[in-house]
């Protein structure tokens, strides 16, 4: 029985790179994305890497909707016939001081990066206690750790994260649900507005951070790297 997996925000970027590593492990692979034009071309680009289409699926889902949430896992366990890795990478970040930021703004951030993460694991722990086990990994930043101007927001929600995170692994670790959080220092992608290609010739690329996904996953049942941390080897001077 192949290993099923769902990323969340798995439509570019981290997310699309985790999503197929995944497929090269042989997992079938659910990604979610809130656009209907970018989820159908990451299906059609998983599925031609996939080979054939019964290992993957696409699907519109916000992740601050509690009741969509809780359809789409469904759906998802539904079609593979159950659920064993949860990798929580939708996220955003807006780089705007706190006395220039709409309200609206603060919700979305923290709406998406944090109460979306709750949400996920919420509709996930029923579909992997009846597998007896699996993951759930949750991409953090390690600007939790260092925050910086106009990054309040996004650092706050990171932050809140990691400990929603060590809390959670304490919670299910003896029914062997391993929960872990990666912290990621810059990557080249289009997040937060930047060019994709931005800073490539130092910045770590997607595929980096999902290099870390597939380690963690094959680790031994005994042991549980709870929080990995992966920063560019050589970053840009100062």
Not at 84 to 89: F, G, H, K, T
Not at 90 to 117: C, K, Q, Y
Not at 201 to 218: E, G, M, T, Y
């Amino acid at each position: 029985m192949s290993r099923v997996s769902v990323v969340t925000g798995g439509t570019r970027g981290i997310g699309l790179a985790i999503a197929e590593a995944l497929l090269k492990q042989g997992d079938a692979v659910a990604v979610t994305g809130t656009s209907e034009p970018t989820v159908s071309r990451a299906a059609e680009r998983l599925r031609a890497l996939a080979g054939r289409d019964e290992r993957v699926t696409a699907v519109v889902c916000d992740v601050r909707d509690s009741a969509a949430v809780v359809d789409t896992f469904n759906e998802i366990a539904k079609r593979f016939g159950g659920l064993d890795v949860l990798i929580n990478n939708a996220g955003v970040g807006v780089g705007r001081p706190i006395a220039d930021m709409p309200d609206e703004e603060w919700d979305r951030i923290i709406g998406i990066n944090l109460t979306g993460v709750f949400h996920c694991c919420k509709a996930a722990i029923p579909h992997l206690r009846r597998r007896n086990g699996g993951w759930i990994i949750s991409i953090s930043s390690l600007s939790s750790k260092n925050p910086f101007i106009g990054g309040a927001a996004y650092s706050a929600s990171k932050a809140a994260l990691n400990a929603f995170s060590e809390a959670l692994m304490q919670e299910l670790r003896q029914e062997n649900i391993r929960v872990s959080y990666v912290l990621p220092g810059s990557v080249a992608t289009e997040f937060s507005g930047r060019a994709s290609q931005a800073g490539a010739d130092w910045r770590l690329q997607p595929d980096d951070v999902a290099q870390v996904i597939v380690d963690l996953l094959a680790h031994q049942a005994r042991s549980l790297p709870s929080r990995v941390e992966i920063r560019p080897s050589r970053p840009q001077k100062s």
